[in-house]
């Protein structure tokens, strides 16, 4: 018997090595890889870069401490805020780290201003984390059950409705900021509207608050783009990373810029580890790869043809919903609840993930092809037809 605790409620299966696109068991047994690690492994397995990089970086320094310079975490900042129009970086260790260090953020802002009780818009069906104050943000009751109480000092709204927000405003003068997904990956990959994304930026700027968005999922190119917001043209005040910053290095980040750059100071945050030089460096060489490799047009073509090949094999099947999403994050969503099909996808060499109870998730890595696309459709496709004719 194991002695880790009983937080999972985990596949029979256990994986020994990976290449690219694919996964072997201890068994021997291969595995398309559509999940990786929920978003997490960019580049797929053993990319040659990236074991290369890491390998090296091991040899030379894996740890100083943020007392410190460190050269890496320099590079990676200065980096991060080319790619996204930010001006300043927090390293921390994951995305509910990075999310926390948000939350903190604007509440920092709203004291500034002389506000007691900051207070955060977030939205249903959101998920942010499962620390205390990420886990009071995210809009899954399921996920609080029994972690009450919560922490105050949010006010929670209907996603991509914006006279939600502007009615929360003519009543509640404590608001400081306005903080969604772009893409809520864990509540079934609902995608707001571009007119929402550019209304609530410019509502935000009217009133003085914060645009938080979280791209712990949906950033990184995994949309096409570097970061969701990008679709719409928008600029946040704060952005926050984790999941394939690192392809599988833990690593999270809280970029901020305009009013949210320059507030904190020494001693207002901290990590211990956050943007030490093995998960800088990895950081680095999975943007650097994305960039060299093309593979932000990789994941928006790839996304496009999956999208497409799964409407014309289930076209006309009774029970799926819809299919939609960005680049590589796609949800198709059945009419029933459908975890069943997580085990039988794996029993036939397949590695998905169905999540918000109805909704089939593929986040395959970004180098995904379109050869692993049609096969992932076409051994799919039989599995959901034959679930939804049971």
């Known amino acids: 018997m194991s002695h880790v605790m009983n937080t999972y409620a985990r ?5 020994s090595h990976g290449q690219g696109s694919r996964i ?89 201003k002389g506000i007691e009780t900051p207070t955060i818009i977030v939205m249903e069906k959101a998920f942010h984390g499962r620390t205390m104050a990420t886990l009071s943000a995210t809009g899954n009751r399921k996920a609080q059950a029994g972690f009450e109480p919560l922490v105050s000092g949010f006010v929670r709204v209907p996603y991509d409705d914006l006279a939600a927000i502007k009615s929360v405003a003519e009543h509640n003068k404590n608001i400081v900021a306005v903080m969604l997904e772009m893409i809520q990956g864990e509540g079934g990959i ?9 209304g609530l930026r410019q509502f935000c700027d009217e009133q003085g608050w914060l645009l938080i968005c979280d791209e712990v999922q949906c ?64 950081a680095l060489t999975t943007i650097e790869t994305i960039e060299q490799d093309g593979l932000m047009a990789n994941a928006e073509r790839i996304g496009a043809l999956i999208r497409q ?11 799926v919903l819809d299919i939609r999403g960005h680049g590589l994050m796609i949800g198709l969503e059945l009419d029933r609840p459908c ?52």
């Open 309 to 319: 090949l799964f409407a014309e094999s289930l076209a006309g099947v009774r029970g």
């Open 24 to 112: 072997t068991d201890t068994e021997g047994k291969e595995y398309l890889d559509a999940l990786s690690g929920i978003a997490v492994s960019t580049l797929g397995h053993a990319h040659p870069k990236l074991v290369a990089a890491i390998a090296a970086q091991a040899g030379r320094m894996l740890h100083t401490s943020n007392l410190y310079r460190i050269g890496e975490q320099e590079l990676l900042a200065d980096k991060l805020a080319e790619i996204s129009g930010m001006q300043e970086i927090f390293f921390s260790n994951s995305g509910a780290e990075a999310n926390e260090a948000a939350i903190k953020l604007a509440r920092f802002y709203g004291h500034k």
């Open 219 to 282: 950033g990184m190119g995994r949309t096409g783009k570097w970061f969701g917001f990008e679709h719409a043209g928008v600029q946040p005040d704060i952005v926050t990373l984790a999941k394939g910053l690192g392809s599988g290095v833990p690593i999270g980040a809280c970029l901020a810029r305009g009013p949210a750059a320059g507030l904190f100071g020494p001693g207002n945050h901290g990590s211990t580890f956050g943007g030490n030089p093995l998960v800088a460096t990895a």
């Open 190 to 198: 609902h995608l707001a509207s571009i007119e929402y994304q550019k």
């Open 339 to 390: 975890g069943d099909l997580v085990g039988q996808a794996l029993a036939a060499g397949l590695l998905i993930n169905v999540t918000a109870d109805k909704v089939v998730r593929f986040l395959p890595p970004l180098i995904f092809t379109e050869n692993e696309a049609k096969e992932l459709v076409d051994r799919v496709t039989p599995l959901i037809k034959d679930f939804l004719a049971a």
């Open 11 to 15: 596949l029979p299966v256990t994986f």
